[in-house]
T-cell receptor, first 116, second 115 residues
Framework: AQKVTQTQTSISVVEKTTVTMDCVYE???????LFWYKQTASGEIVFLIR??????ENATVGHYSLNFQKPKSSIGLIITATQIEDSAVYFC?????????????FGKGTQLIIQP | EAAVTQSPRNKVTVTGGNVTLSCRQTNSHNYMYWYRQDTGHGLRLIHY???????QIGDVPDGYKATRTTQEDFFLLLELASPSQTSLYFC??????????????FGSGTRLTVL
């Protein structure tokens, strides 16, 4: 069964710096998909970025990028030039690429606090 | 932008009570999901559906039933609510598999308290 682990419960950084949030996963599949979602203080959950396991290039969207290290089963989320509004809880998630595997497994989340 | 609407926003019931949480999506998505969010556990999948009349079991299904009456509507039923089901419940939908199609769109959540 797939498993997603986020060991950092909370991170605090100063505004305009770069932060990395860790995520490791377990899967028996050779093909899988990795995602990061953001939950704001209001509770809203939104999709940020995704990485397909067969792609070697790290995904980048705006000031979000991923550090995909397949041999380590690791998918870190990097936020550059952080802003106060980046304060949120960030969830890592995975879906295996097998027939019938149509749901995401989420990690427990990392709370990011951006200080002025 | 996909729209997923949950009702009610808040619900309080007593142990043994009967509760129905509602979810409607207006973007003709095929897949719908019910998650619960608890401190220390993140988001855990209760049930999900591929389409009207279809139901799939998630990771924490005990004590919950679900029904997908139409492509738009997905309901979560707690027939004998227990305090352990006090949680924040999220509904989500997605178009299906592949690239942007499987992006999950979440509702605003329903906070359920079982006394």
């Amino acid at each position: 069964a797939q498993k997603v682990t986020q060991t950092q419960t909370s991170i605090s950084v100063v505004e305009k710096t770069t932060v990395t949030m860790d995520c490791v996963y377990e899967t028996r599949d050779s093909s899988y998909f990795l995602f990061w979602y953001k939950q704001t203080a209001s509770g809203e959950i939104v999709f940020l970025i995704r990485q397909d396991s067969y792609k070697k290039e790290n995904a980048t969207v705006g000031h979000y990028s991923l550090n995909f290290q397949k041999p380590k089963s690791s998918i870190g989320l990097i936020i550059t030039a952080t802003q106060i509004e980046d304060s949120a809880v960030y969830f890592c998630a995975m879906r295996e690429d097998t027939e019938g595997a149509d749901r995401l497994t989420f990690g427990k989340g990392t709370q990011l606090i951006i200080q002025p | 932008e996909a729209a997923v609407t949950q009702s009610p926003r808040n619900k309080v019931t007593v142990t043994g009570g009967n509760v129905t949480l509602s979810c409607r999506q207006t973007n003709s998505h095929n897949y719908m999901y019910w998650y619960r969010q608890d401190t220390g556990h993140g988001l855990r999948l209760i049930h999900y559906s591929y389409g009207a009349g279809n139901l799939q079991i998630g990771d924490v299904p005990d004590g919950y039933k679900a029904t997908r009456t139409t492509q738009e509507d997905f309901f979560l039923l707690l027939e004998l609510a227990s305090p352990s089901q006090t949680s924040l419940y999220f509904c989500a939908s997605s178009e299906g598999r592949g690239a942007t199609a499987e992006t999950l769109y979440f509702g605003s959540g329903t906070r359920l308290t079982v006394l």
